[in-house]
């Protein structure tokens, strides 16, 4: 299978840095997404990284390394509405799989 | 323009019923995806249809379950009979291509099975 790793859980402070990690298997990998998902809602679209880099959009910035098998999610100025969880998902030949997510929560 | 459309948002059933969800693509789209979401188990791809065609099934549960795409932009999932092990969240979702592209998650619909 396609394994996915990501931490469960990340704690920061409101104006904070946070970088949540993912790894997968790098066999047959086409591109990686990263979804939020607020709890009692469905996940929506963050970034989708398909060469290695670093892909920025406003406060979120995604990160690739293909050889590393190897993504985070970097999130600045944290504010509390980003409480949620961040689902990192991998691209392989006709099938997108999903992470378990990582559950962030910001405190004041 | 709307989004992926679901029916109905909540649903609440007995043991042995049947059940029946819905969902409506983006216009446009081609691709359509039926996921299970549970505390225990995350996220889970049930089916997968690219032009009305399925094309991984390999995540549905059990015989219990079925998927059809009628039309180009209508899907259903069906549960017969409903067991209490498949409460979940069920989320439909739509893309333009194919399953590596860009997903569009519909609202979800939030299954009690008593």
């Known amino acids: 299978g396609q394994n996915i790793d990501q931490p469960t859980e990340m704690t920061a402070t409101e104006g904070a840095i946070v970088q949540i990690n993912c790894t997968y298997q790098t066999s047959g990998f086409n591109g990686l997404f990263w979804y939020q998902q607020h709890a009692g809602e469905a996940p929506t679209f963050l970034s989708y990284n398909v060469l290695d880099g670093l892909e920025e959009k406003g406060r979120f910035s995604s990160f690739l390394s293909r050889s590393k098998g190897y993504s985070y999610l970097l999130l600045k100025e944290l504010q509390m509405k980003d409480s949620a969880s961040y689902l990192c998902?991998?691209?392989?030949?006709?099938?997108?799989?999903f992470g378990s997510g990582t559950q962030l929560t910001v405190l004041p | 323009d709307a989004g992926v459309i679901q029916s109905p948002r909540h649903e609440v059933t007995e043991m042995g019923q049947e059940v029946t969800l819905r969902c409506k693509l983006i216009s446009g789209h081609n691709s359509l995806f039926w996921y299970r979401q549970t505390m225990m188990r995350g996220l889970e791809l049930l089916i997968y249809f690219n032009n009305n065609v399925p094309i991984d099934d390999s995540g549905m549960p059990e015989d219990r379950f079925s998927a059809k795409m009628p039309n180009a932009s209508f899907s259903t999932l069906k549960i017969q009979p409903s067991e209490p092990r498949d409460s979940a969240v069920y989320f439909c979702?739509?893309?333009?291509?194919?399953?590596?592209?860009?997903?569009?998650f519909g609202p979800g619909t939030r299954l009690l099975v008593l």
């Open positions: 998902a991998v691209s392989y030949p006709r099938q997108l799989t």
């Open positions: 979702a739509s893309s333009p291509g194919q399953a590596q592209e860009t997903q569009y």
